[in-house]
């Protein structure tokens, strides 16, 4: 049982990697999309580009990694809130790298990427994701 437990761990650990990696790729090419070609304001595209990779993150969690179908819209309101959280993070970052460190808009917004996507699945994982017991 000990052994089970630790594949389920490091399955749902790889998957929401894997998972994680297409939402943030998603949300990246977005935020690059938005900055360079639309030339929009680095917050804005941010918020928008983020929130497509919530959504993109939520759905194939939910149906591929954690599998849990019950309690769907209170579940999203979870995974939304924890995005919402790490979109205000990820925002900080993007200012105080931007605008008060003076690094490159896409080189910030890959860090912001990396340490938004570790906190948010320590979030999912024990939270919005947790089974409910039956």
């Known amino acids: 049982m000990h052994t089970h437990c630790n594949k389920m761990k490091y399955r749902n650990l790889i998957l929401y990697g894997i998972i994680g990696s297409c939402s943030a790729g998603l949300d990246f090419l977005l935020f690059t999309l938005f900055v360079r070609i639309f030339m929009w304001h680095y917050l804005l595209s941010n918020c928008l580009s983020v929130f497509a990779g919530i959504a993109t993150s939520f759905t194939?969690?939910?149906?591929?990694?954690?599998?849990?179908?019950?309690?769907?819209?209170?579940?999203?309101?979870?995974?939304?809130t924890v995005g919402i959280c790490g979109m205000m993070l990820s925002n900080l970052i993007l200012y105080v790298g931007i605008d008060c460190l003076d690094?490159?808009?896409i080189?910030?917004?890959?860090?912001?990427?990396?340490?938004?996507?570790?906190?948010?699945?320590?979030?999912?994982?024990?939270?919005?994701?947790?089974?409910?017991?039956?």
């Open 107 to 134: 080189a910030t917004k890959i860090l912001s990427i990396v340490i938004v996507a570790f906190l948010q699945f320590m979030v999912n994982k024990y939270i919005t994701f947790k089974p409910t017991k039956a």
């Open 60 to 80: 194939l969690n939910r149906s591929y990694n954690f599998k849990v179908k019950d309690r769907t819209m209170q579940r999203f309101g979870m995974f939304l």
């Open 103 to 105: 690094m490159n808009k």
